[in-house]
Antibody
Framework: EVQLVESGGGLVQPGGSLRLSCAASGFTFSSYSMNWVRQAPGKGLEWVSY????????YYADSVKGRFTISRDNAKNSLYLQMNSLRDEDTAVYYCARTATIFGVVIYYFDYWGQGTLVTVSS | EIVMTQSPATLSVSPGERATLSCRASQSVSSNLAWYQQKPGQAPRLLIY???TRATGIPARFSGSGSGTEFTLTISSLQSEDFAVYYCQQYNNWPLWTFGQGTKVEIK
């Protein structure tokens, strides 16, 4: 069974930093590209960042570019999001999501999601 | 950026009735459109990809249609567990993935 479990959320002051983690199990983590997607309270979904299976390709939404860093450790089956210079508008539940891959071909929708971790940026 | 617009924002339906949700893209996304279901306090769950292909384990009462800029998610006979928020997502223009703002399906 595919499982994605996020951790590391919490309350942080504006300008502060936080590192989120996502522990993956039930599939060959090193074969899949991964994403972070966030959802502000009462709002819709916003894609945040993407990392390919080998970490060779990384993308960010404009809203977080230069402040957030995505990374992964395939030996530990883990995905990370380092968040710096946090702003009020970064307050959200952060989900890790797996990019669908069918017969080795990446299809680019998100087939499994974790339960999320809440990040609150407030003074 | 491709803007995804869902309608209506809220749909009130009685159990057993049919629900029809719409999603419109600001430019063609071909058939690269997915639908997700989200219940309160839960993560989104993939329902449909490729505009019309049901994901693993998704009941046949869920169906998707459309291509280009106009898409529809139909729930043929609403069950109690189907009351939730539904999001469409385009993945044609990756990595600039975008979601619609959601349609809440509530009990009438």
């Amino acid at each position: 069974e595919v499982q994605l479990v996020e951790s590391g959320g919490g309350l942080v002051q504006p300008g502060g930093s936080l590192r989120l983690s996502c522990a993956a199990s039930g599939f060959t983590f090193s074969s899949y590209s991964m994403n972070w997607v966030r959802q502000a309270p009462g709002k819709g979904l916003e894609w945040v960042s993407y990392i390919s299976s080998s970490s060779s390709t990384i993308y960010y939404a404009d809203s977080v570019k230069g402040r957030f860093t995505i990374s992964r450790d395939n030996a530990k089956n883990s995905l990370y999001l380092q968040m710096n210079s946090l702003r009020d508008e970064d307050t959200a539940v952060y989900y890790c999501a797996r990019t669908a891959t069918i017969f080795g071909v990446v299809i680019y929708y998100f087939d499994y999601w974790g339960q999320g971790t809440l990040v609150t940026v407030s003074s | 950026e491709i803007v995804m617009t869902q309608s209506p924002a809220t749909l009130s339906v009685s159990p057993g009735e049919r629900a029809t949700l719409s999603c419109r893209a600001s430019q063609s996304v071909s058939s690269n459109l997915a639908w997700y279901q989200q219940k309160p306090g839960q993560a989104p769950r993939l329902l449909i990809y490729g505009a019309s292909t049901r994901a693993t384990g998704i009941p046949a009462r869920f169906s998707g249609s459309g291509s280009g800029t106009e898409f529809t998610l139909t729930i043929s006979s609403l069950q109690s567990e189907d009351f939730a928020v539904y999001y469409c997502q385009q993945y044609n223009n990756w990595p600039l993935w975008t979601f619609g703002q959601g349609t809440k399906v509530e009990i009438k």
